[in-house]
């Protein structure tokens, strides 16, 4: 099966430990004040099909500190719009002259369709419920700030893990590099095969049993809507999953609260806890930037 | 008419009680006991038959000319032609031993033991080392036709339906405009077509499958279709469906139905299972197949006479309820196809479209359940829902990709790597499944059969020749099959429809 040009990075699921390793590594040698001209003279090509904030700002943000020049496509306003399709998408892109393509879609498995299809590499910036590597690996620096190693930690996963692109990319990441995951969430939310993601996850309903001895709690937003749809009342999500002081005082001392956000306060953690010493939720988001400049100088093989 | 309801009456309970023989009544019964049991069946009943079939060969005259082969023959159309050296599997006459096999005029004209032909023939066909049957006949594909040729044209579909094997296929209406008028079902049938095997028009149960309005049944049976579905969609409303079967019943008539509860699968891809989760995609339960196949044998048993087919089946959960109405003795049909014994959903494994099909892949334990409901005769044919799609419809993100695939090529192949090879499911089975099975799930008189008298509709395949498929090769017009590259055994060497060799391998 065709994996797509060198440096495509399409997901967490197909890359080896050492790789990751090798990507987060790189991340630590990057300096967002001072950036290494790495991509001078490339042009990246940002293909957004989705709303984002973060990742949009944040590659773009690497892309540019490095001396590339990035180009943001967007479905609205485009020929996405007069229904092209993905792959004549593409073409057209790489005929533009694009180096590397970073792709955002609501669909699961276009980056690997394109990757498929095109010879620049391929980056995927969350596809569908699938994937979202770069957001994977950019917790895993985080929590490489704050612990000295994966192995043998002790991470929960804990909200709409059946819906995340984010959850996916950090089982499967956690687990190749040693750690033990904890997965917790009403059966909607975490239904039991999620446990066949990777090997050695845990499925628990209770937040107390996930959270008891964590080295770090990582929370997922949870959609009002789709608590409407599973009739599950938002009260009761709130009094069994939601993330507050007390329970938070379970899990070790040292521990660290993370979130890809967006956050809402109140739902599935208290203010408090965003706001406390042990939330390294800003920081994620700051990491965000070293971490995708490490993945584009990755695809043009400069890392 | 009181004849013929005391006709139906008695053919009914002649199959019924043939079906109760075969059926294996212990449910606990290990695989390879049920066919040890079914292979030590074949031969008595062999023995038994080969008499008879000598007092036919010793006949003094061959049957009367029906009108049919009065028809100009064609140039290319030898009158007669024998089959020498074969070995003949024919379920439906209990035939499974050496015979040479005479065809005159488009009919059968006689089976006999090698070298015992009494006749003469123009053209002789060598099978020594092959196997003999029936035509194969597949009641669940797609021709496209009208409407969407850039997918498929009645002629490409059936030349692979000939490359396959198959002399007999029942098209389905999804077609663009649906095939819910007589005017239409006259139109498939038309020669213009040019369609190189048997065509069987399967026309839509509702006006435009939108499942509110009945089509004209008595009308659509006359013009030539041998049963009404709404195929790619379910007949979902109670009274509807009620309503078909009632009229199924009157007409003896076959309602296929596609069993999908919509209300359930909106916006999944894919089987439900560790694989949908790990490619982010909503998951399809068996549920959604499972609960209409229940709630129409509920109704089947409950309606006289009626007759329910249940297309492309694929979960092991469905069986049970097309156990229970077998048992109840109501008309109750099933098919199952290759694809789903062969493949689980892994297959799918990063967003391959050309496994994207309706119903879905589904689970190693569902695959299990349906080899052993093919072994034990649940299931009454394999029918390959061969779904055409042009390229720019399956190279697109796997939720956009179009469901279906390619299969009449494939079928034997599959049917005799997966059931005969790995599973030893006899030979004579599987040819029952392609042959008899389908004949009479769909009442089609004449075929499905070698029996003196019936159509010359042959076909002449290779059990033990293993080749590799090659997708772009195909004669279909599409190239959406998830097997291209695979090595299979056993390959049609030729087909023969209405004694005329229509495909030839090599």
């Keep these: 099966m065709n994996k797509g040009a060198r440096g495509s990075l399409l997901d967490i699921e197909h890359l080896e430990a050492p790789e990751i390793l090798k990507i987060l590594r790189s991340a630590r040698r990057m300096n967002p004040q001072r950036p290494r001209p790495l991509l001078r003279g490339k042009r990246v090509i940002l293909l957004f099909y989705e709303p984002s ?28 719009e007069k229904g092209e399709s993905l792959l004549d998408t ?16 609501p669909l699961a498995g276009a980056p690997r369709l394109m990757a498929e299809h095109l010879d620049i590499p391929i980056v995927n910036a969350g596809d569908g419920m699938h994937e979202h590597p770069s957001q994977g690996l950019l917790d895993a620096y985080t929590i490489l700030k704050h612990k000295k190693a994966f192995k043998g930690l002790h991470i929960s996963i804990i909200g709409d893990i059946f819906h995340s692109r984010v959850a996916r990319s950090s089982c499967h990441l956690l687990t190749k590099l040693g750690a033990k995951i904890t997965l917790c969430g009403p059966p909607e939310f975490v239904p039991e095969v999620a446990a066949t993601l990777a090997t050695g996850l845990q499925v628990t309903r209770h937040i107390e049993e996930a959270a008891r001895g964590a080295d770090v709690l990582m929370l997922l937003r949870v959609q009002k809507e789709r608590l409407a749809g599973m009739k599950l009342r938002l009260e009761d999500y709130i009094a069994r999953y939601q993330m507050t002081m007390h ?16 956050i809402i306060r109140g739902l599935e953690l208290t203010g408090e806890v965003a706001d406390s010493p042990q939330s390294a939720i800003v920081e994620e988001v700051r990491n965000g930037v070293p971490t995708r400049m490490a993945i584009l100088a990755r695809a043009v093989g400069r890392a | 008419m009181a004849c013929r309801r005391a006709w ?10 043939k079906n109760r023989r075969r059926k294996c009544r212990d449910g606990t019964r290990s695989m390879a006991r049920k066919m040890r049991a079914l292979i030590r069946i074949v031969p008595e009943r062999e023995t038994r038959s080969y008499s008879s079939l000598r007092k036919v060969a010793r006949a003094p005259k061959p049957r009367a000319e029906s009108p049919k082969s009065k028809m100009p023959n064609n140039k290319s159309k030898p009158a007669s032609l024998l089959i020498k050296g074969g070995h003949v599997i024919d379920p439906a006459s209990k035939i499974d031993a050496p015979m040479d096999v005479l065809l005159r005029d488009g009919h059968v004209v006689e089976v006999t033991p090698p070298n015992k032909i009494r006749g003469s023939a123009e053209e002789k066909f060598d099978a020594r080392g092959l196997i003999v049957a029936p035509g194969f006949i597949d009641l669940h594909v797609h021709l496209r036709e ?6 498929e044209t009645i ?56 499942g509110a309005v009945l089509t004209d049944f008595r009308g659509l049976q006359r013009a030539g279709a041998v049963a009404v579905t709404d195929d790619g969609k379910p007949i979902l409303d109670n009274d509807t469906m009620r309503e078909c079967l009632r009229l199924s019943g009157e007409l003896s008539f076959p309602v296929v139905q596609h069993a999908e509860d919509t209300r359930q699968t909106e916006g999944c891809p894919m089987n439900d299972g560790p694989t949908s989760f790990r490619l982010g995609l909503h998951g399809w339960k068996t549920s959604a197949e499972s609960s209409i196949v229940d709630r129409d044998v509920q109704l089947a048993q409950r309606i006289p006479n009626s007759r329910l087919h249940v297309a492309h089946l694929s979960a092991a959960d469905s069986l049970k309820a097309v156990r229970r109405g077998k048992r ?4 109750v049909t099933c098919e199952v196809t290759p694809h789903h014994f062969t493949l689980t959903d892994e297959a799918v494994g990063d967003y391959n479209t050309n496994c994207k099909m309706n119903p879905p892949l589904r689970s190693a334990a569902d695959i299990e359940s349906l080899i052993v409901a093919l072994g034990d005769g649940t299931v009454d044919a394999i029918a390959t829902d061969h779904a055409p799609h042009a390229s720019h419809e399956k190279q697109v993100e796997f939720e956009r990709a179009a469901f279906g695939i390619t299969g009449l090529e494939t079928a034997l192949g599959l049917a005799i790597t997966k059931l005969h090879r790995d599973h030893r499911l006899p030979l004579a089975r599987i040819v029952e499944l392609l042959t008899s099975g389908p004949a009479r799930v769909f009442d089609l008189r004449g075929r499905g059969s070698l029996a003196r008298g019936s159509f010359a509709d042959v076909t002449i395949f290779d059990p033990k020749k293993r080749w590799t498929f090659d997708v772009s090769k195909s004669r279909s017009l599409s190239r959406n099959s998830p097997f291209d590259g695979w090595q299979l055994t056993g390959k049609a060497v030729a087909t023969i429809v209405t004694g005329r060799i229509v495909h030839r391998d090599g």
Aim: charge should be positive; proline fraction near 5%.
């Design chain 2, 8 to 17: 139906r009456f008695w053919r009914a309970r002649w199959e019924e009680r």
């Design chain 2, 146 to 151: 009208p409407g969407q040729s850039y997918k």
């Design chain 1, 53 to 80: 904030t973060r990742t949009r700002s944040s590659f773009e943000v690497a892309a540019k500190s490095m001396g590339a020049m990035t180009v943001l496509v967007q479905s609205s306003g485009s020929s996405i």
């Design chain 2, 328 to 331: 109840s003795r109501a008309h």
């Design chain 1, 247 to 262: 329970r938070l005082k379970m899990a070790k001392r040292d521990a660290i609260v993370m979130h890809p956000g967006p």
């Design chain 2, 155 to 210: 002629a490409s579909g059936t030349a692979a339906a000939a490359a396959g094997g198959f002399t007999s296929v029942c098209c389905m209406p999804n077609t663009s405009p649906v095939l819910d008028s007589q005017e239409w079902v006259n139109w498939v049938r038309q020669p213009e077509r040019g369609a190189v095997v048997n065509v069987f028009p399967v026309a839509a149960a509702t006006n435009g499958s939108k």
């Design chain 1, 90 to 105: 593409g073409y057209t892109l790489r005929s533009v002259g694009a180096d590397i393509i970073v792709i955002r879609h």
